[in-house]
């Protein structure tokens, strides 16, 4: 799926012109004990417990795609009969209304899900009459010819509030508040099948995750059989370890600033592209070339990226690299600057020492204090 796509489901979720036809929820313990199940007609829930569902379905689709939100393919053995994918199938062929089925994917999840708290698991389901698009794009409702029928999982944490005071307005009195027990954001969801060209693509699912340093791989390799996609710090160091291992002793801060800026060209030559510019081994190898790599430091670059990375790995262009600032550490001190900025550090040995020297003007502050002569 790619950002318009996300962002037209996201949509959906709103009581005015309500395609959403049921909810389900099973709330587990941290002993992995279910403790409630219900199940509902989704406009059967009163308006302000409605809209606060409908708030965290849609926290399940939020965030960056390749980062938070991953587009996930199943592979073909689980398409089969007995196939996780084929499992999903079921569910939403459904409609959520087979119990027994319910009840098989809440014990899935709480058997895979590795949280040893209190949770909540939330469904729904969903069918959205896609309308037309004209050849200017805009939307034509009275041109549907495609139903997406799906359904939407999110895993919520549920923990005690906060202790505190509060004022019983009964007794006109400040009093210890009650605690109680509330649902928070969710931590992992996934919609299925996937929004792909707008229209169902029952072959891949989006893979939803709060923390996108932790994607829960082995969630993701045992719930759906899918290979677990590479997180955005993974993939920052695969790129760095085959930036390191090519240029070797000539990683100098030259080198790597120049890569830098190429990769900043690349991302803004694709900056109208629908989908975000992912590299390949081979992308990766054609930005180190025109970066001014010696070829004898790319002899064997595919050989030492199928090594580091693995021969079919992509790498996010975003997730490589900082568009906002370039940023240099030493043991003592941080610089950043912004990245077009970055040609104003150079490396010079002063005294025998090797030094970072920034070009400034008569504008320099320190503390907040403007200072002269420098």
Not at 257 to 285: C, F, T, W, Y
Request: charge should be negative; aromatic fraction near 8%; charged fraction near 30%.
């Amino acid at each position: 799926m790619i950002k318009k796509e996300v962002l037209e489901i996201r949509k959906l979720f709103r009581m005015e012109d309500c395609c959403l036809t049921r909810i389900c929820g099973c709330y587990v313990d941290y002993e992995k004990t279910k403790k409630l199940e219900f199940k509902e007609t989704f406009l059967s829930l009163p308006e302000e417990e409605g809209f606060k569902y409908l708030k965290l379905f849609k926290k399940a689709l939020s965030g960056n795609l390749g980062k938070n939100l991953q587009n996930i393919e199943f592979p073909l053995a689980e398409e089969g009969e007995g196939g996780r994918q084929q499992f999903l199938y079921q569910v939403r062929e459904s409609g959520l209304k087979d119990e027994e089925l319910l009840d098989q994917m809440y014990d899935r999840i709480i058997e895979t899900y590795p949280y040893g708290e209190n949770y909540l698991i939330l469904m729904i389901h969903g069918l959205y009459d896609v309308p037309g698009r004209a050849s200017d794009g805009t939307t034509m409702d009275d041109a549907s010819d495609t139903v997406y029928e799906f359904v939407l999982g999110c895993i919520c944490p549920v923990a005690l509030s906060k202790p505190g005071l509060c004022y019983n307005e009964e007794n006109n009195h400040i009093e210890d508040r009650s605690r109680d027990w509330l649902v928070g954001d969710p931590m992992t969801g996934f919609l299925f099948p996937a929004f792909n060209d707008r229209q169902s693509d029952i072959h891949s699912l989006l893979y939803y995750s709060k923390k996108a340093a932790d994607l829960q791989p082995e969630f993701v390799e045992n719930m759906f059989g899918c290979t677990a996609p590479v997180d955005a710090g993974t993939q920052k160091e695969i790129f760095n370890a085959v930036i390191a291992d090519t240029l070797g002793v000539d990683c100098s801060y030259e080198a790597v600033r120049e890569i830098h800026d190429n990769l900043q060209e690349m991302i803004a030559a694709h900056e109208d592209d629908p989908e975000p510019l992912e590299l390949s081994g081979r992308d990766v190898k054609r930005l180190l070339e025109m970066s001014g790599v010696p070829e004898e430091k790319m002899e064997n670059f595919d050989r030492e990226y199928a090594q580091t990375a693995g021969e079919k790995t992509m790498l996010m262009a975003e997730n490589i690299t900082d568009s906002r600032r370039f940023s240099i550490k030493t043991p003592d001190i941080t610089i950043q600057v912004s990245p077009e900025c970055a040609g104003l550090i150079e490396t010079k040995v002063i005294d025998g020492r090797k030094c970072l020297v920034i070009a400034v003007d008569d504008n320099v502050e320190v503390n907040g204090m403007p200072v002269k002569g420098i």
